[in-house]
């Protein structure tokens, strides 16, 4: 199968270049006629705190109707460092309500303009929706902290890696010199491909062109279906699996017709040396 690792290059344009729209979205990323076009006077306010060593001179908020994200927010204002340092207190007209997912970020390198650096910034991810009310102050609280994307399944893999000399695991784990992913890939729509592409990044979220990827060829199986993949290298991983409904696109994911597991937060997996690493995938059609 013939690498076109260049046209992965649209995960880019749908997940980290989302946030680069941030640059551009303005705070009026929701015309007056939208449905959930707030009224002159609807607000939120509260205290953003952050316990961290970061430093910045902007905080910027952002709205999203979807969270995972797939686009650019649809309102993001900026809000300027207060001298007294966190917590700090602050309150913004906003021209969306309903229910929102709500996050912040502290822009610690203003050379990106509002672009969020996943690595870098401290952030507030939003855990739960927000009910916004149309011409009245919400009371809205954020925590920012770092290294925001991390799970707690990040510091299990590293336990486990650590303690893997248990009789029962190398049992398991037994799969002679091989090293790779191996599992089971579940799917319950009606979309058809013939292929599972799988995409791995080294960084805190699964955002840009993936540093590998490879596909296993899944031709007249039906889901779940078993797959092994060896790698030729080691360490820890997002891994995004995805049914590639379009052959013609090469190996680039399409958002809009692939059933995928994507999201921003996938949990790190580590691929160890001589060793296949178990994990299952559940595929989602694009919402």
């Known amino acids: 199968m013939v690498k076109q690792k260049f046209m992965w290059a649209l995960i880019a344009l749908l997940s980290f270049g989302l946030f680069a729209l941030w640059a551009c979205a303005g705070s009026s990323g929701s015309d007056d006629d939208d449905e959930d076009a707030a009224t002159e006077g609807t607000t939120i306010y509260g205290v953003i705190e952050y316990g961290g060593n970061a430093v910045a001179d902007t905080i910027i908020l952002g709205a999203f109707l979807e969270w995972p994200p797939s686009s650019a927010p649809d309102w993001y204002e900026e809000v300027p460092m207060s001298e007294s340092g966190f917590p700090m207190a602050y309150e913004r007209e906003i021209p969306l309500y309903g229910e929102l ?25 939003p855990t739960e929706i927000t009910d916004v009310i149309d011409g009245e102050r919400n009371e809205v609280n954020f925590v920012l902290e770092d290294d925001a994307w991390a799970t707690d399944d990040d510091v299990n893999d590293d336990v486990d890696d650590d303690v893997d000399d248990d009789v029962d695991d190398d049992a398991d784990d037994d799969t002679g010199d091989e090293t790779g992913i191996t599992g089971a890939v579940s799917y319950d729509g009606a979309a058809e491909g013939d ?42 991983y997002r891994i995004v699996a995805y049914l590639d409904v379009d052959p013609n696109d090469g190996d680039s994911i399409n958002f809009d017709l692939d059933p995928t597991n994507w999201s921003l937060n996938l949990p790190a997996t580590t691929i160890s040396e001589g060793s296949m690493t178990n994990i299952d995938f559940d595929l989602a059609d694009p919402s």
């Open 101 to 125: 997912y709500l996050a912040a970020y502290l822009d610690v390198d203003p050379t990106d303009g509002a672009m969020m650096d996943l690595e870098l910034d401290p952030m507030h991810i």
């Open 195 to 236: 292929a599972i592409v799988f995409g791995f990044w080294e960084g805190v979220a699964a955002v840009g062109p993936p540093d590998h990827y490879d596909s296993v060829d899944i031709s007249g199986q039906d889901f779940p279906v078993d797959y092994e993949l060896e790698t030729d290298f080691t360490g820890d």
